[in-house]
C-alpha cells in the first residue's frame, strides 16, 4: 500500500518503544534531500535576520532534531554561504507543530526547483513480547520511479514514484532470520542502491536489539545519472533517535 505526498499531506507512524517528549514541546525532524547537494542553515525567525555561525546547519542528506518549537512556526532555510541582507530563503515555510507532536519535515528537490515533504508522525504499539521491526519506503530522488525488493526474492514490496513514502510493513527479527537486503531498482531493474541491515541473526546481541521494535524509513536521495557525492543512495532513518531528543 502507497500513499503519494503532497506537502503537509502525508501521516506515518514511528515506533512506540521510545522517550515522550517533554510537557510543551513538539519535534521536528528535518531531513536535507535537496539533490544537487546544497548546505543549507535554519532560521526560526523566517526571512529575519539571522547569525550564521550560529544557525542550526544541514548538510546535504543528513537530518536535524528540533523540540524548542511550538505552535505555528515561520522557518527559513537558507543555502549557505548566502550572508547578506538581499538573501532570499530557498525554502520559507509555515508549520505547524502542536504540543507533543512529532513531525518530520523533507527539504528534496534541487536549488532551482525546491520542493518539500511534511510528515506528522504517530506513535505504532508493539507488544512487548513483539521481537519485530517496522520499515516504510520513500523516493526523493527527483524524476525517478523505483521498486523495492529483498535480495534474493521476486517480490516487489514497494512501488515508490517521486515523493511517495509507504506505509510501515513488519520484518521478523530472530536468529533464524538473514539480514535483510533492500534493493532500490529502476525501471530497467537495474540496482540503484542497497541497505542491509546488519546483526539480525545475532539474538540477544546489541546488534540485534536496535531493530527490534524499531520503525524506519529507508529514504532514495540524490540525482539520478550523477555520480560522486549527487549520486542516488538510500539514507536509514531511525524514528527512535527524533523522539526527546536534541
Not at 106 to 124: A, E, Y
Not at 154 to 182: C, G, N, P
Request: hydrophobic content about 40%; aromatic content about 12%; glycine content about 6%.
Amino acid at each position: 500500500m502507497k500513499y503519494s505526498i503532497p506537502l503537509f499531506l502525508f501521516i506515518i507512524i514511528a515506533s512506540c518503544k521510545k522517550e515522550q517528549l517533554p510537557p510543551g514541546t513538539a519535534t521536528l525532524t528535518v531531513i536535507n534531500a535537496v539533490a544537487d547537494g546544497v548546505r543549507l542553515v535554519t532560521n526560526f525567525t523566517g526571512t529575519d535576520s539571522i547569525k550564521y555561525l550560529n544557525a542550526r546547519s544541514l548538510t546535504y542528506s543528513s537530518s536535524s532534531r528540533l523540540i524548542r518549537y511550538v505552535g505555528q512556526q515561520q522557518v527559513g532555510f537558507y543555502k549557505w554561504p548566502d550572508t547578506t541582507s538581499k538573501d532570499k530563503p530557498l525554502f520559507n515555510l509555515s508549520l505547524d507543530l502542536p504540543v507533543g507532536s512529532i513531525s518530520t519535515l523533507v527539504l528534496t528537490g534541487t536549488s532551482t526547483n525546491p520542493d518539500t515533504v511534511f510528515v506528522r508522525d504517530q506513535i505504532s504499539y508493539f507488544p512487548a513480547t513483539d521481537s519485530s521491526m517496522e520499515f516504510s519506503f520513500a523516493n526523493f530522488s527527483p524524476g525517478r520511479n523505483v521498486r523495492v525488493r529483498i535480495k534474493g526474492s521476486t517480490a516487489t514490496e514497494a512501488q515508490l514514484s517521486y515523493k511517495t513514502i509507504t506505509s510501515f510493513k513488519r520484518y521478523a527479527v530472530a536468529s533464524t532470520v538473514a539480514d535483510y537486503v533492500f534493493e532500490f531498482v529502476d525501471e530497467t531493474d537495474r540496482v540503484v542502491a542497497t541497505y542491509t541491515t546488519v546483526g539480525i541473526r545475532n539474538a540477544g546481541a546489541a546488534s540485534a536489539l536496535r531493530w527490534i521494535q524499531g520503525s524506519f524509513t529507508l529514504a532514495l536521495v540524490g540525482l539520478p545519472g550523477a555520480t560522486g557525492t549527487y549520486a542516488q543512495k538510500l539514507i536509514m532513518i531511525n524514528h527512535a533517535q527524533f523522539i526527546g531528543i536534541n
